[in-house]
């Protein structure tokens, strides 16, 4: 167990809907990282926040959008979802930006 | 663009026998993690190397970094069915802050 949350496990929704994935990073921990896990494209950063400032982005669509709140918890949000969305949501903190980072257990999200 | 490859993409050894997935980068980057992933499940944290000629040995598994030819080897020794599992190395961008994975080795440890 990495100490990171996120919930919920599973999601199901249709094409078109919005989602919140959310995250809970290590106590401690001030940054907060959110990748995509899916066949064709393999693990790819999507965006990181570090004490509720957003420090980098990779490749996140401009549907998706996240924030993290004072108490350090983050949020991603996913909206008009398409079927190519599908796919394991982690969250990973870590201290400090740059240090090693601790996954959490994912978000599995399904749309139909 | 920093692209980080692994080789090979499958493997399926015998349980005993050694072996070594093989992971360059194409930047240059001082940081590489090393990551295990179980079917369906998170990504558990083996190695961090931090400098040119790091090594590292966890029970059978053992990573070295070479930053000048930027290659990172992840060694088997004398493997275990325990160990099947997907593994994943990461280079960190550095001041970009994100680490970019390889594709990952599906390894396979058969008795």
């Known amino acids: 167990d990495s100490g990171v949350t996120q919930t919920p496990k599973h999601l199901i929704t249709a094409t078109g809907q919005r989602v919140t994935l959310r995250c809970s990073p290590r106590?401690?921990?001030?940054?907060v990282y959110w990748y995509q896990q899916s066949l064709d494209q393999g693990l790819q950063f999507l965006i990181q926040y570090y004490n509720g400032e957003e420090r980098a982005k990779g490749n996140i669509l401009e549907r998706f959008s996240a924030q993290q709140f004072p108490d350090l918890h983050s949020e991603l949000n996913l909206s008009s979802l398409e079927l190519g969305d599908s796919a394991l949501y982690f969250c990973?903190?870590?201290?400090?930006?740059?240090?090693?980072?601790?996954f959490g257990p994912g978000t599995r999200l399904t749309v139909t | 663009e920093l692209k980080v490859e692994q080789n090979p993409l499958f493997l399926s050894m015998q349980e005993g026998k050694n072996y070594t997935i093989y992971c360059n980068y194409s930047?240059?980057?001082?940081?590489l993690y090393w990551y295990r992933q179980d079917p369906g499940k998170s990504l558990e944290s083996l190695f961090v190397?931090?400098?040119?000629?790091a090594v590292k040995q966890e029970g059978r598994l053992m990573a070295s970094l070479d930053t000048k030819a930027r290659l990172s080897t992840l060694h088997i020794t004398a493997a275990v069915h325990d160990l099947s599992a997907t593994y994943f190395c990461a280079v960190d961008m550095g001041g970009a802050q994100k680490l970019v994975f390889g594709q990952g080795t599906r390894l396979t440890i058969n008795p």
């Open positions: 190397l931090l400098s040119n000629g």
């Open positions: 990973a903190s870590s201290v400090v930006s740059g240090y090693e980072q601790y």
């Open positions: 930047t240059t980057s001082d940081r």
């Open positions: 106590s401690g921990d001030l940054s």
